[in-house]
């Protein structure tokens, strides 16, 4: 039956309209048409609030009547209609990072930076455990580990679940969150720079205070419950203010000029001793190798003299005669050549000059 024959047949059983009004059959016609445009809107927002879609690198949390029934996985999803049930969209496998300090306008080979305002210079300017002050700059990076807990553990009470929901970002990151991060990470930095000097917050003890944000940072988003994961925090500068940085550099190379002195005294002092030690030993060695050789020597003579004692107490003559003779031996040894006249001749031809000097008669001192 066509839409024509439809009317027609409906408009027999209708009353009668006075003459000069509009025509029935227009006005059924009207009203028919109506109902089944709204009819097509009503099944296209049904079927449009029913699927959904829900990217690689997010979970949807869907919510029936305001209360948490799953949380879905990517893909194309299904759900009751609006206002029955409800999805919202939580990136959790990409990262997140929140700058302290300083604003990256542009990232990239030449990254740039926004200028220094007076609310960066408050965050990253902080007084040290020595009552210094230290520039410090850092990054937080972190992923939303649970979206049920990251949309409605922060950002306010029961009541105020609706209000934190519909003002989701389009990130899908409940704004409460950064903010929340913000002043966590900035006390726990400020508690541990606090507790260092000024030249451990400078110099070596950068990645241990990095290391240690993390996980005080980590520890208060737990008790928070905030379903968010700190992937790394990395401090990007450290140096001191820019109204003291000249005052401090001077200081830094006074230190340096301070160092380089003391090791060169260092290293002095290390090429003199081993030095002075190694002489030291030496002497020390050779006094005890001349006290071993004198009392090796003494004692030698000491029993070659109690050899003699004895052999002198058996037969003391000829013990005279034999210590006589080697004594003559070790005198006589020494001489040249010798003349051995008798005292008993007393005249003798004028061969020798016994008294004359040595240059008129080279025999001189031969007896």
Not at 123 to 151: C, F, K
Not at 314 to 324: D, F, I, M
Not at 327 to 350: F, R, Y
Request: hydrophobic share 35%; with cysteine; net charge negative.
């Amino acid at each position: 039956m066509s839409d024509s024959d439809f009317f027609k047949k409906f408009s027999q059983n209708r009353p009668n309209f006075q003459r000069g009004g509009p025509d029935a059959d227009q006005i059924y016609q009207g009203m028919f048409q109506g109902a089944f445009l709204l009819l097509l809107i009503a099944a296209g927002f049904v079927c449009y609030t029913c699927f959904y879609r829900v990217d690689a690198s997010d979970q949807a949390v869907v919510l029936r009547f305001g209360e948490h029934v799953r949380t879905v996985e990517p893909g194309l999803q299904m759900k009751f209609p609006w206002p029955i049930e409800s999805a919202y969209t939580v990136p959790v496998r990409s990262v997140q990072t929140e700058e302290f300090g300083f604003r990256t306008i542009e990232a990239g080979r030449d990254t740039r930076y926004a200028s220094k305002n007076k609310s960066m210079l408050e965050i990253a300017d902080m007084l040290t455990g020595d009552l210094n002050l230290a520039h410090v700059e850092w990054i937080v990076q972190y992923r939303i580990s649970d979206p049920y807990q990251s949309l409605f553990n922060v950002g306010g009470d029961d009541s105020g679940r609706w209000e934190s929901l519909a003002n989701l970002t389009q990130s899908g990151i409940n704004p409460a969150i950064p903010d929340t991060i913000q002043d966590v990470s900035e006390t726990v930095m400020r508690k541990l720079v606090g507790d260092r000097s000024v030249d451990s917050v400078l110099t070596m003890g950068r990645e241990e205070i990095a290391a240690q944000s993390k996980i005080e940072i980590q520890a208060m988003l737990d008790k928070f419950e905030m379903g968010v994961e700190v992937v790394t925090v990395k401090l990007q500068t450290t140096s001191p203010p820019e109204s003291v940085k000249d005052a401090f550099q001077e200081v830094n190379r006074a230190r340096q000029n301070k160092e380089r002195v003391v090791n060169q005294a260092e290293g002095e002092r290390n090429r003199q001793i081993p030095a002075a030690r190694g002489k030291q030993k030496q002497l020390i060695s050779e006094a005890e190798g001349y006290r071993d050789r004198v009392l090796m020597e003494t004692t030698g003579r000491i029993s070659a003299f109690n050899a003699k004692l004895e052999q002198y107490e058996k037969a003391p003559e000829v013990t005279k005669q034999r210590l006589y003779l080697e004594a003559m031996q070790e005198v006589l040894i020494n001489v040249g050549d010798k003349t051995i006249i008798d005292e008993s001749v007393n005249q003798m031809l004028p061969v020798l000059n016994l008294n004359g000097s040595t240059e008129a008669n080279p025999l001189r001192g031969k007896k």
